[in-house]
C-alpha cells in the first residue's frame, strides 16, 4: 500500500484505466463506532482525531472534509464518528450509461476506501472507549432526595459557603472542584468539576460513588445523580 494514496492505486487493477482520472477527487465517508456519551467524551475525541487528521493527511495523501462525533444519548448505548473524507482522481461513467449499475459500483468504491482507511490508517487512541477530557467543567445535578427541613437546609447552605472538606474529598479522587450551588426554588444542588488528567470510566464511578457516600452522610441521598446537559 503506498503511503500517497490514489484512486487509481486502488482500482486501477480492476477497473479500465480508460474510467480513471487523476484529475479531481473522488469522496467517501467512514464511519467509527464509540461508546461516548458525554461532553467531556467528545471534547477528547476531537482533540485526539484533529491530531489523527494532520498525520493521516501528511503519510495517506488523503484529505478530510469534516469529522463528526455523534454521542451516544446514554451510557451504554452506541454512537458514531462519521468522516469525510476525499481521495485524488475521479471515475468516468460508462458509454452505456446504466445509472444503477454505476451507482452500484460507485458505492463499492466507496465501501472499499473506507474499509482502507480503517484497517490502514486507524486511530491508535481508544476511540471505542474514549477517556472524559480533563479541561471540560462538568456539572453534576441532582434533587435531595430528604425532607428539607430547615436544618438540611442550613447543612446544604453551609456546604456551598464552605466546600474545604468536599472539595479536598473530590481532590483524592482526582478531580478539582469549581463550585456548589443550591436552587432553592428548583431544590436542585449543582456540582462543578473538572479533572486533574483525562478520566477512565472506572475513575469516573469511583468518584461518584465517594460523592453519594459523603452527601448520604449528611443525610442527603443523591442516587439519581446525572450530569447536567450541555
Known amino acids: 500500500m503506498p503511503k500517497k494514496l490514489t484512486l487509481r492505486d486502488v482500482i486501477g487493477r480492476i477497473i479500465d484505466e480508460k474510467l480513471i482520472s487523476d484529475e479531481g477527487k473522488l469522496t467517501f465517508l467512514a464511519t467509527l463506532k464509540t461508546s461516548a456519551y458525554e461532553e467531556g467524551h467528545v471534547n477528547w475525541l476531537k482533540r485526539n482525531f484533529e491530531k489523527w487528521q494532520k498525520e493521516t493527511e501528511k503519510i495517506s495523501g488523503l484529505s478530510f472534509n ?3 462525533i455523534n454521542k451516544a444519548s446514554k ?10 473524507m476525499n481521495i485524488s482522481g475521479s471515475f468516468f461513467s460508462t458509454p452505456a450509461g446504466n445509472f444503477a449499475f454505476m451507482g452500484n459500483v460507485m458505492s463499492a468504491i466507496r465501501k472499499t476506501l473506507a474499509e482502507i482507511v480503517i484497517s490502514c490508517y486507524a486511530p491508535k487512541f481508544d476511540y471505542k472507549n474514549p477517556l472524559f477530557d480533563a479541561l471540560h467543567v462538568h456539572t453534576y445535578v441532582f434533587t435531595p432526595a430528604c425532607d428539607i427541613s430547615e436544618s438540611c437546609t442550613e447543612r446544604i447552605s ?17 478531580a478539582i472542584l469549581q463550585g456548589i450551588q443550591y436552587d432553592i426554588n428548583k431544590d436542585q444542588i449543582f456540582v462543578s468539576l473538572r479533572w486533574k488528567k483525562h478520566a477512565t ?3 469516573r464511578d469511583v468518584l461518584e460513588k465517594v460523592f453519594q457516600a459523603y452527601f ?15
Open 75 to 84: 451510557k451504554g448505548v452506541e454512537g458514531s464518528v462519521a468522516i469525510g
Open 158 to 174: 453551609r456546604l456551598t459557603v464552605n466546600d474545604v472538606i468536599f472539595g479536598g474529598i473530590v481532590g483524592r479522587c482526582g
Open 201 to 203: 470510566e472506572a475513575e
Open 216 to 230: 448520604s452522610g449528611m443525610g442527603i441521598d443523591c442516587q439519581k445523580l446525572k450530569i447536567q446537559p450541555q
Open 66 to 68: 469534516y469529522i463528526q
